[in-house]
């Protein structure tokens, strides 16, 4: 995103209490960084396989870069990192390539190792070549998306942001397409039920999926291709997100950056919180992912709306800040920058709640000034939304207002008929028109949104960060880890030594090598010209 949002200030913040939230936050977040650094997991070496090019499955669709580094851990193990040792076999084994090398370690046939001298400069060569030009691929689809946007436009924010997923690639393709030529800036392709508890990428294009479609990096490629050609019928450049989460989240983060996604779900917690994915696991395998994204200018998405599902949206509004507070802090530790930095809230008080709206704007304006530079996401309400779809319709209203008043960056359509059943084209197609409507109707209002200096909005906006500056620095006394694991984000336990994929984390020995990661944290490793600019296919050519 070239352009940062234009903010006005409209409440009497504290920039003291502002500037020690934002210290509070680097200084619980730094033994997380610490831990990231000095550790790795199966999905960051195997996404280290991703990038080098190693692509494909076995019969049994378990991918290469699985059975690769499954091999080289049995052998060699990888706190030394999946690179000096299987590039060492590649180069004394005299193999074609990584895939043959997968082949054959996936048969039994090679014993891997760690290298020394030599043996072991001669791979670290290989394997640095090999890193940097995949990441001159990602590079190369960076100056792509750059170019496309060039011949189209940009479109003014807000973004208004749809989701689709039947399941079915090939029925996403035209529901994505319709969605686009009726408004929609921004397709998510929401991902399959229970995919991030796969410890593995399913491969090609999917027709079958529980509540969503697998993210696999066939699927990226069509229906990117897919909306590159309704972009340039429009005239405007279509976004398109994912999710990068999960058990397999540095994998999918590369794959998104190798098919030029735009926006990635990418939270610092929502792993933990909602998926039981161990803590550990997850923060490590974000940094990894967070560096890809800063690398491919991918926008990330937070998922702090979430914690609002579980807990009260009045008592629980400063864990939202807490937690954004954090994104933000690891977010641009791992070089993302500030239009990087897709913030997420929503509009969750119950309707009941007296002044619920006010007590809304207050939150949103609240964030809106914390985040000046951040292309935030304002999700809609979901939890209070009922079966009276005319209801439905009006607080979905009442929350395109409240993200216009606000100066919100990207909109998420809300659906009336939020949890009756998977939302009809007809039911996008009316919330389109509603979001249509008070954007075109309010387009102005903002700059005369101006909160009484002192009263109730400006005081409640005051009390949360107040709260959100206490909140921190419990925090960090007790350390991050345990605050989640005593349930402070979305009332949710999750302790550090527990959840899925713990035995999947390692601690790097002396001397670990991963050629990707180096790249990645010194931009002048990167090769100066980037290799030429993939074609932007059309849908269902080969690539």
């Not at 409209?10 to 990231?36: K, W, Y």
């Not at 000095?38 to 076995?58: K, Y």
């Not at 929609?184 to 027709?207: C, K, M």
């Not at 972009?231 to 999710?243: A, D, F, K, Q």
Request: proline share 6%; glycine share 8%.
């Amino acid at each position: 995103m070239e352009h940062a949002p234009q903010v006005t200030s409209r409440l009497s913040l504290d920039p003291a209490l502002v500037r020690e939230a934002r210290e509070l936050a680097r200084r619980a977040g730094q033994p997380i960084v610490d831990l990231a650094r000095t550790h790795t997991t199966v999905s960051v070496e195997r996404a280290v396989l991703r990038l080098a090019g190693l692509a494909g499955a076995d019969g049994d669709g378990m991918p290469w870069v699985n059975r690769l580094s499954d091999a080289v851990a049995r052998s060699a193990g990888l706190e030394h990192g999946v690179a000096l040792p299987a590039w060492d076999a590649l180069l004394t084994g005299n193999y074609a390539d990584l895939g043959a090398l997968a082949r054959a370690a996936a048969a039994g046939q090679v014993r891997f190792r760690v290298p020394a001298g030599a043996d072991a400069r001669a791979a670290r060569s290989a394997a640095d070549a090999a890193l940097a030009a995949g990441i001159g691929r990602i590079d190369a689809q960076r100056a792509a998306r750059d170019r496309l946007i060039a011949q189209t436009a940009q479109p003014p924010m807000p973004w208004i942001y749809l989701i689709v997923a039947t399941g079915d690639i090939y029925e996403d393709i035209p529901q994505a397409q319709a969605a686009a030529r009726a408004g929609a800036d921004i397709i998510a392709v929401i991902r399959s039920t229970g995919q991030s508890l796969l410890d593995y990428v399913p491969e090609g294009a999917t027709r079958e999926g529980f509540a969503g479609t697998y993210a696999t990096q066939e699927n990226f490629r069509l229906m990117r291709a897919a909306l590159d050609d309704v972009s340039r019928e429009l005239g405007r450049y279509v976004r398109l997100t994912n999710y990068a989460s999960g058990l397999c989240m540095p994998e999918i983060a590369a794959l998104a950056g190798l098919e030029r996604l735009d926006m990635m779900l990418n939270d610092c917690m929502y792993g933990i919180i909602f998926r039981d994915i161990n803590p550990r696991r997850t923060f490590i395998d974000q940094r990894f992912s967070r560096q890809i994204h800063a690398r491919a200018g991918i926008v990330i998405n937070t998922g702090e709306d979430n914690y609002l599902t579980t807990a009260d949206a009045v008592d629980a509004a400063h864990t939202v800040v807490v937690s954004q507070l954090l994104n933000e802090f690891f977010g641009t530790e791992a070089g993302l920058a500030d239009s990087q930095l897709g913030l997420g809230h929503a509009f969750e008080i119950s309707p009941d709640v007296p002044d619920s709206f006010v007590l809304e704007l207050a939150h949103a304006q609240l964030i809106r000034e914390l985040f000046p530079r951040a292309p935030l996401k304002y999700m809609p309400p979901t939890k209070h939304m009922t079966g009276n779809v005319f209801a439905g319709y009006l607080l979905d209203a009442f929350f395109n207002l409240a993200g216009m008043l606000t100066d919100q960056s990207i909109l998420l359509v809300g659906m009336m008929t939020e949890g009756i059943h998977t939302p009809f084209l007809a039911d996008r197609d009316l919330a389109l028109e509603n979001v249509r409507y008070v954007r075109d109707a309010a387009a102005r209002l903002g700059e005369s949104f101006r909160p009484v200096p002192g009263g109730f909005l400006d005081r409640r906006a005051g009390e949360v960060l107040a709260e959100a500056v206490a909140l921190l620095r419990r925090i960090t006394d007790e350390g991050l880890l345990n605050a989640i694991a005593d349930g402070t984000f979305g009332i949710t336990r999750r302790p550090a030594d527990g959840g899925r994929g713990l035995d999947g984390v390692i601690e790097q020995a002396p001397g670990y090598v991963n050629p990707a990661r180096e790249i990645l944290e010194d931009p002048e490793r990167a090769p100066s010209a980037p290799p030429p600019v993939p074609a932007l296919t059309k849908i269902g050519a080969r690539s």
